[in-house]
């Protein structure tokens, strides 16, 4: 085993020092950390010393006015402007006097439905489409981008139905184009959609862990409190510093509430993570939120990475029936020394273990912790997702067990970003649901950001609060509020997605007018807002508490994106 391995159960990490561990009088072993006095942790609100930043008016909540009607028009393909393409009528099941197809695969073909909308309100859209293999199809409102989807291989006419769509009364223009293959397009549908009315904001923010301590509970019941009312504000910082926090802040005069980071298993050096793990401590101590990522590199001897492609370790060889997560390192050691749990299996609890030392050792400082494992446990593209989901299941179960019970982690807020129905894991072992958005094409705000808010509330149920745990551009606040779509919080990726090479902000993703309107809406709570409505006094002038900026330089791109 490598170096990280042989000392990774001894460590957990404290402020200034790595710490060994210990065992109690029921010989049961324990991420210990330097001993602190105080259980509670101390806020402070000492001001750092920032450069006066323009500061900007509250922007109000505001949308057109939502007028719910019955409605249901069908738009025959045939009979709509077509730009390229050609009508047919050689298959069978059309409706009406034919379909168009002859679109090509270069995506300069199209079809334009002129519409008559009723009223103001969103609606369901549907495409009856045949094709023999998957095609990548865009549809723009005007001139604007409205989404992009996929259409079935079954070579049937088939619908496909972009849910939730708001469309304003009057003549609108739809224009379908398929992207990178040909179709043959029936007629499009379009009928009032009823899904989004669905959506509940009452759940009751009761934690998982029924030992769950005193901050966790209290922070839950906040988010709980204030889910749908308002969607709190987050970004990603990167190295233990925070660049990006600060470049918000000069850009809008506002500050995100939540702290995003990622804790890593060191390699060698434990500086780094050190580092983080203050980071982290420091900006709850200030009167924030911190939310902790583990985007873990694979407990592989000869190639460890993060993505699939970067490892030669096999999540399914470490799977086992036996109830390994509340066994002491040395009942470990002897499972695996006998061969009865694969090395596989032993580098991975050798790894949980020096991740629960990290989180002990904020819980020690009374910080409570969002904390999200296993990113996009759906996908393939990550090494806990690329054996299929009964092992990326049993290996969530395995940290959760091992926190809660064995090292008895009482200040995590567990988030599953498993991202679909099918890599669901057991409801008793998440607090809330959440997903990572990035659309190609798409800036200042997705267009389909709706969509997978009633998804996963269709398939996690009411009594879980659903969030964006990583995006590539800011949220519109009248857009979500419009849509019924309210985000409990949002973190923005770091790197390009805020700031450029320069340290400067970077427009690509989100402008810096669209980044300044929904951190000031009335929609966004922001750093000085939740500290005052936690009763933590704001210093001179609403300056927050964060570390001294650094802007020497902009943070390194990491390959996750």
């Not at 009979?79 to 050609?86: F, H, I, R, S």
């Not at 184009?177 to 009761?206: Q, R």
């Not at 901050?215 to 009312?229: H, I, R, T, V």
């Not at 694969?342 to 400082?365: K, V």
Request: aromatic residues 12%; negative net charge.
């Amino acid at each position: 085993m490598d170096i990280r391995k042989i000392i990774a159960l001894a460590c957990a990490v404290g402020a200034a020092a790595s710490a060994f561990t210990a065992c109690d009088k029921n010989n049961k072993m324990t991420a210990s950390v330097p001993i602190v006095e105080e259980t509670t942790a101390k806020k402070t609100t000492e001001p750092t010393t920032t450069l006066p930043v323009e500061t900007f008016p509250d922007y109000p909540v505001t949308y057109p006015e939502i007028e719910k009607k019955a409605s249901g028009n069908l738009y025959e393909a045939e009979k709509a402007e077509l730009k390229g393409a050609k009508v047919a009528s050689d298959l069978p099941e059309f409706s009406g006097d034919g379909y168009v197809t002859a679109f090509g695969k270069e995506g300069k073909n199209s079809v334009v439905f002129e519409i008559d909308v009723p009223s103001n309100q969103h609606y369901d859209l549907s495409f009856n489409i045949l094709s023999g293999s998957t095609v990548n199809c865009q549809l723009k409102l005007g001139d604007e981008q409205l989404t992009e989807f996929r259409t079935t291989d079954n070579k049937k006419f088939t619908y496909i139905t972009i849910y939730g769509v708001f469309l304003t009364k009057g003549k609108q223009k739809l224009e379908f184009t398929p992207k990178d293959g040909d179709i043959s397009l029936d007629y499009l549908k379009i009928e009032n959609n009823t899904s989004l009315s669905d959506i509940s904001y009452d759940a009751k923010g009761e934690l998982v862990n029924k030992k769950a301590g005193e901050s966790a509970k209290e922070l839950m019941s906040f988010l709980s409190d204030n889910y749908g009312k308002y969607m709190i504000t987050g970004q990603y910082a990167y190295g233990g510093n925070n660049s990006e926090m600060d470049l918000i802040y000069r850009t809008t005069g506002k500050y995100p509430v939540i702290r995003f980071s990622n804790f890593e298993v060191p390699d060698v050096s434990y500086d780094a993570s050190f580092k983080e793990v203050d980071a982290a401590a420091d900006w709850y101590l200030n009167g924030g939120i911190s939310c902790v990522s583990w985007y873990w590199k694979s407990p592989s001897e000869k190639k460890s990475g993060i993505r699939t492609e970067e490892t030669d370790f096999d999540i399914s060889k470490a799977v086992t029936d036996k109830d390994i997560a509340e066994l002491t390192e040395e009942e470990l050691r002897e499972l695996y020394s006998k061969g009865e749990i694969s090395r596989e299996c032993y580098g991975l609890l050798l790894d949980i273990d020096n991740m629960a030392g990290q989180l002990t050792s904020l819980r020690n400082r009374g910080v409570p912790v969002l904390w999200r494992p296993l990113p996009e446990g759906c996908g393939d593209w990550y090494w806990w997702g690329a054996k299929g989901t009964d092992s990326y299941k049993w290996l969530w179960k395995l940290i959760y067990d091992r926190f809660t019970k064995y090292f008895e982690l009482d200040n995590l807020i567990w988030i599953w970003n498993g991202q679909s129905n099918s890599a669901m894991v057991d409801k008793r072992t998440f607090d809330i649901a959440s997903v990572d958005l990035y659309f190609s094409g798409e800036k200042d705000y997705g267009s389909r950001f709706y969509e997978e808010f009633a998804a996963v509330q269709k398939f996690t149920g009411t009594d879980k609060l659903i969030a964006i745990s990583e995006c590539g551009s800011v949220p519109d606040m009248d857009t979500a509020f419009r849509d019924n779509a309210v985000w409990s919080f949002f973190g923005v990726w770091y790197g390009k997605y805020v700031q450029n090479e320069k340290g400067e902000y970077n427009e690509e993703f989100t402008s810096k007018d669209a980044l300044i309107r929904a951190y000031n809406s009335d929609g966004a709570m922001t750093l000085d807002e939740y500290r005052k409505m936690r009763g933590i006094e704001p210093s001179e002038a609403d300056i927050t508490t964060a570390p001294e900026a650094d802007t020497s330089s902009a943070p390194a791109e990491t390959t996750k994106k």
